[in-house]
């Protein structure tokens, strides 16, 4: 436990360091306008969120427009963790459209939805992001926490804007990790017909086309979502 923890630390030192650009102030409006937007979502959909502190800092990227994650001293030394959202400080001069950086700005604040409900313990289990399995199921399952809260179509607004202007060898892994436009489309239809399929996805989101299309509850797997078994005397 005691490596991990080292580990981790480090993990989030480096990302601390190596994130710090310091916004002139030129990017002030960017940041006001993000702020902006942010506190508009969070008040509409994420009433879980209203005490949550969440800084907004500024990065260069040529294929990555928003990050987010706990800030490192909150997660070592504070009683509550603040969030950090890092904005590509060209989103707006590159025309992120409007439907489209709202949702994602909701996927964003699912990620802090999730810091804050996890203790430390289980927030350990994100250094497991550097392998590509875990991070395509975390990703997906945030989306669907913005899908769940009616930013689907903001959402495929934002990924047709941001496929034509992902580098050629980074455009596979944002298609792995995360919704595709038709993927969203699906999964509105599955849950129209099915809308038990959310609370399971949210555990075990899909990670395909065909498995969104060919996915089904089966009675016994309902029952469990919807009437778990309650054991006495354990």
């Not at 400080?89 to 964003?108: Q, S, T």
Request: aromatic content about 10%; hydrophobic content about 40%; glycine content about 6%.
């Amino acid at each position: 436990m005691k490596r991990t923890l080292m580990f981790v630390a480090a993990i989030l030192l480096a990302s601390f360091v190596g994130s710090g650009v310091m916004a002139a102030p030129a990017d002030d409006a960017t940041i006001e306008r993000v702020r902006r937007i942010v506190e508009e979502v969070r008040y509409a959909s994420f009433p879980e969120l209203k005490n949550t502190e969440i800084e907004i800092r500024l990065f260069n990227s040529q294929s990555d427009y928003f990050q987010s994650r706990f800030t490192f001293s909150s997660f070592l030394f504070g009683k509550r963790l603040r969030c950090l959202l890092k904005v590509n400080r060209n989103v707006f001069a590159d025309g992120v459209p409007e439907d489209g950086l709202r949702a994602i700005i909701a996927h964003e604040l699912g990620h802090a939805l999730y810091y804050k409900s996890g203790n430390r313990l289980k927030l350990i289990g994100l250094a497991r992001l550097i392998g590509k399995g875990f991070t395509a199921r975390f990703e997906r399952a945030t989306d669907l926490e913005a899908i769940a809260r009616d930013y689907a179509e903001g959402l495929k607004s934002y990924r047709r804007w941001l496929y034509q202007r992902m580098p050629p060898n980074k455009l596979a892994e944002k298609k792995r990790n995360y919704f595709s436009p038709e993927e969203i489309d699906a999964v509105e239809l599955k849950l129209r017909s099915q809308p038990e399929l959310l609370k399971l996805w949210r555990k075990h989101p899909p990670r395909s086309l065909p498995e969104i299309e060919q996915a089904k509850i089966s009675q016994t797997i309902f029952d469990r979502l919807c009437c778990p078994t309650v054991v006495w005397g354990q």
